[in-house]
């Protein structure tokens, strides 16, 4: 690798690097190290050891790599002790494989080059207490078996809270209430920085390869010319190629399956454009015939002899993630149509009442008139044949009034035109939770925006009816629109249960006064626009930017899983390429706006800058 | 004439209760309000004797309307009839409520639970009684079973079995689980005289929800007034130690459960008087003790109706089924396929014929 390679690497790596002495002092000190614990490579390197990362004191991790050289230092050390890890790490020194093993540590074979991977707490500049993901590697030279180590470090501390989170949501599936999304975009960001910062250290070839071989991500790095000059371990695991047979050929001979003019049309890219480009969901089948999906970020390299731009590809596997994020999103599905179908039937089980009272009654009712009409069939009898006039027109007032002929004939119509209209309430529900859900459409198919909305707030009602009035302008003109109708009846939903919400929030417990939901339909340029206004408490600025992050909630614990915006933020900006917009104020309601493009292309866009 | 008065927000299901109820124009008197105020007003300006009431409605829903009803007019006998599928929020209303009814109820049913709480409501003719009785929202528990129950639904993962057998050693927790499992309330509503089969039917969640978020059942030592809480104690442990060894008798049998069930439960009435009545029930008590006297006599001639027909009608307006609610009048469980003995009370009490205290 040429040097300016190790010096971009070094600075652009998003990885927390760390050069480590013998003694334990730091050598070299990154500026994503910077990042995640404030301390600057000076400051860090003027540090007489490294405790000052260590939330507890570093002789209670006696198999933590560094325990060795700090142990070194102090008068305490015993050269022999089982948990000098560093000792183990010599490969060089035969009696190391008959110590005693410490069975917490993970590298125990000395034959392959000594790695160790912990998981720490740690802290920062400014006292607070972090989750960090450590590797380390020693370093040797010819003459020396070991000089130092190097180490990566991440921080994972929204890393392990998100872990928690869904070890905490699985548990919590049955129960109806799954909630989760994966966050992990610290790489991208940390990209965008590290690319903009400086290289102030040098370090031999070796140490820069130890360094891309620590790297858990995908590292590979191409020159102006498309010449691979680097790949790391985790590249040669993931694709199967090792780095000897790849480096200093082009990447299109890499025998990897995957969609190559995507590649190929990003690495131009970003030779135009200059800046990080980001190339998701880059789906992959590995030799072994799994289907893996990769993100990866690729960050110009300029030479500065030519000024030409090589690339720096780093990738990782979110095919976890990915698939976590797919059962997110069919969970609160899920979720909602559960919560739904209480208030469904509470709709549907009111009507059944009465259509039930007023059957009832009609038959009671024919009972009377069968009664009448016997009688006044009997009475015609009688009269013709001239018997028992008197006794019998007596009996036969009787019967008509005990029937109560004027309430009958007046109320029986009515019973069954309300029965009537119970049975049309009852189907339309039936009709629009078919409508909702969608069954059996995964493709975007062009959907009456305007019906749409209908049947969402039909099934909806429940949640809605008691706190509100639903007062809808909808554009008669507006033209069919590509999309997931599940998918955009789900955000509909989410956007008219949090208005109501909003309102019963604004309300109070005492409310009696019903707030309004105004829902707008029309469009806008090359957009149709989906308006979604409350007379609800509004939005604090503060949350406002919070507002679609997975977990945010205002709610109280059992009323929101702070699933439903970030979804819908997803389902209408990604999978529908379109934008949701807020605008509110405290105690003045909220108007969410949701874009749909009109002409939406029929193929899911392929790149995202 | 007996007056009831139905609430609901849709008219369609008033208007359709009004036309069903049209059979029962000569026998009962209804009227009608769509919501929770003119409910009240309704109410405060004549006597009722039941309200039905539907849960969800805007502005005050079903259980606060309950809540104004038991202050306000203690003697009206109070059902939910809901359409309600979300138990968060019928629980709110199942501590308030006598009957919990689900729409759609069939109109038979309907009438004929009305019919009955009417009949019953005809053997509590003293006002003052009949309006303590039916403020009862629950009957006391012992404090152990109650502490006991409390820690069992606390610890995660606790089984129905192990709960029957705590609910059913104690008459305050069996009578308050008989009423909720009896109703619509409950998924599949629990339709014998069974305890154990009761605790079945609610399952750990449902009773952790009723004894922790809605707080159906009570502890005897957090009883106020002037109930004799010693008096009381002795009856729970008494009718405890009867339904253990019905229990125990044979083995696990329907009937056993059934027999257990109804002996945790023979003296109801007492327990109920003792808390209704308070002092005068104690003055009662002690005065029969002292001259040997029946206290059955004395409660008829002093309140107008004895424990076992007050026992039978207040598990009755509870919707427990009748043969359960006809043993306590007797004081005896009428099991014809089994030879379980009978556990008569000390022998004391001749048999009431069920037809004469009934009809």
């Not at chain 2, 008829?300 to 039978?312: I, K, N, Q, T």
């Amino acid at each position: 690798m040429k040097s300016y390679d190790y010096a971009t690497l070094f600075a652009a790596c998003p990885v927390g690097l760390i050069a480590w002495n013998r003694d334990g002092t730091i050598e070299d000190w990154n500026a994503a190290a910077e990042r995640i614990f404030g301390w600057s490579a000076c400051e860090a390197m003027a540090q007489p050891s490294a405790q000052f990362l260590f939330s507890s004191s570093l002789q209670d991790h006696a198999a933590h790599p560094i325990a060795g050289p700090i142990r070194e230092s102090r008068s305490d050390f015993t050269p022999s002790s089982p948990l000098d890890t560093l000792d183990h790490a010599r490969p060089a020194e035969p009696e190391t494989r008959n110590a005693e093993p410490t069975p917490a540590h993970p590298a125990r074979d000395t034959t392959t080059p000594f790695s160790a991977e912990i998981v720490d707490e740690n802290l920062t500049k400014d006292g607070r207490t972090i989750v960090c993901e450590w590797r380390y590697q020693p370093v040797s030279c010819p003459d020396e078996p070991l000089v130092g180590l190097i180490s990566t470090v991440q921080d994972i501390t929204e890393r392990a809270r998100s872990e928690q989170s869904i070890l905490k949501a699985y548990a919590e599936i049955e129960a109806g209430h799954f909630e989760i999304q994966m966050i992990n975009e610290e790489l991208q960001n940390s990209i965008q920085r590290a690319s903009e910062l400086t290289v102030r250290a040098e370090v031999s070839a070796h140490a820069s390869s130890v360094i891309l071989s620590s790297i858990p991500s995908i590292l590979i790095s191409l020159d102006e010319d498309g010449i691979v000059t680097a790949w790391n371990l985790a590249a040669e695991r993931m694709f199967s190629i090792s780095s000897g047979d790849i480096v200093g050929r082009m990447l299109s001979d890499a025998d990897i399956d995957w969609d190559w003019p995507r590649v190929h049309a990003s690495i131009e890219q970003l030779e135009r454009k200059m800046e990080t480009i980001r190339l998701e969901d880059m789906r992959f089948t590995n030799q072994s015939g799994q289907e893996i999906i990769l993100g990866f970020t690729l960050n110009p390299m300029v030479n500065v002899t030519n000024g030409r731009a090589g690339c720096l590809l780093l990738g990782a596997d979110v095919t976890a993630r990915k698939r976590m994020e797919t059962q997110l999103a069919h969970a609160q599905r899920v979720e909602s149509i559960g919560h739904l179908a209480a208030g469904i039937a509470h709709e549907i089980n009111t009507p059944l009442q009465y259509v039930g009272d007023n059957t009832r009654f009609l038959i009671d009712c024919f009972e009377d008139i069968d009664r009448v009409c016997r009688c006044c069939s009997d009475l015609v009898t009688s009269t013709r044949s001239g018997t028992a006039l008197s006794a019998k027109i007596d009996q036969a007032e009787q019967i008509v009034r005990a029937a109560d002929l004027d309430y009958v004939l007046e109320e029986a119509p009515r019973a069954l035109r309300q029965s009537l209209e119970g049975i049309e309430r009852v189907s339309g529900i039936v009709r629009a939770m078919k409508e909702f859900s969608h069954p059996g459409t995964s493709d975007k198919v062009a959907t009456d925006i305007n019906h749409a909305i209908e049947s969402t707030l039909t099934v909806a009602r429940n949640e809605w009816k008691y706190v509100a009035e639903i007062v809808t302008e909808f554009d008669p003109n507006l033209p069919l629109v590509r999309c997931l109708p599940g998918d955009f009846n789900q955000v509909i939903l989410n956007m008219v249960v949090n208005a109501a919400h909003a309102i019963a929030e604004a309300a109070g417990s005492s409310g009696n006064a019903k707030g309004t939901i105004t829902i707008t339909t029309g469009t806008e340029g090359p957009w149709a626009l989906i308006r979604i206004r409350d007379t609800g408490a509004g939005i604090h600025p503060d949350n406002v930017r919070r507002l679609f992050d997975p977990f945010f909630t205002t709610k109280d614990v059992g009323k929101g899983t702070g699933q439903g915006l970030a979804i819908s933020h997803s389902i209408i900006v990604d999978k529908h390429a379109g934008k949701i917009e807020v605008e509110s104020a405290p105690g003045e309601g909220a108007s969410f706006s949701i874009y749909l493009p009109l002409f939406a292309k029929s193929a899911p866009e392929s790149l995202a800058a | 004439m007996p007056k009831i008065l139905f609430v609901d927000d849709d008219v369609n299901v008033l208007n359709g209760l009004q036309r069903m109820l049209r059979v029962m124009r000569n026998e009962w008197q209804i009227a009608f309000a769509d919501n929770g105020r003119e409910a009240l007003a309704t109410l405060g300006r004549e006597p009722f004797d039941i309200v039905v009431t539907d849960m969800r409605m805007p502005s005050m829903n079903g259980a606060e309307l309950l809540a104004e009803v038991l202050q306000l007019h203690p003697q009206v006998v109070r059902i939910i009839l809901s359409g309600q599928a979300d138990l968060q929020n019928a629980l709110a209303g199942i501590g308030l409520a006598h009957q919990y009814l689900s729409k759609p109820t069939e109109p038979t049913v309907l009438i004929g639970v009305l019919k009955r709480v009417i009949g019953l409501l005809a053997q509590i003719p003293n006002p003052a009684l009949r309006r303590s009785l039916n403020s009862l929202q629950s009957l006391p528990s012992a404090p152990h079973a109650y502490s006991q129950l409390i820690e069992l639904v606390r610890t995660p993962g606790c089984d129905a079995d192990s709960l029957a057998e705590i609910v059913a050693s104690d008459m305050g927790l069996a009578a308050k689980t008989l009423q909720t499992a009896g109703s619509a309330f409950a998924n599949s509503p629990c339709r014998g005289a069974n305890v154990w089969q009761a605790v079945q039917i609610l399952g750990p969640d449902l009773i952790r929800s009723l004894a922790i978020d809605t707080g159906v059942f009570t502890d005897l030592s957090q009883l106020d007034g002037a109930a004799d809480r010693a008096l009381i104690s002795e009856l729970l442990a008494s009718s405890s130690q009867r339904a253990r060894c019905a229990a125990a008798d044979t083995a696990r049998s329907e009937a056993a459960a059934e027999s257990a069930t109804f002996e945790l439960l023979r003296d109801v009435g007492q327990v109920a008087l003792a808390v209704a009545l308070g002092a005068e029930h104690s003055a009662i008590h002690s005065a029969c003790v002292e001259c040997g006297s029946a206290q059955a006599d004395a409660e008829s001639s002093r309140v107008g109706v004895c424990h076992r027909r007050a026992g039978s009608y207040l598990m009755g307006i509870w919707g427990l089924p009748e043969t359960l609610t006809e043993a306590i009048a007797n004081a005896s469980f009428p099991i014809s396929s089994s030879p379980l003995p009978v556990f008569n009370n000390q022998g004391s009490d001749a048999r009431h014929n069920f037809a004469e205290i009934s009809r």
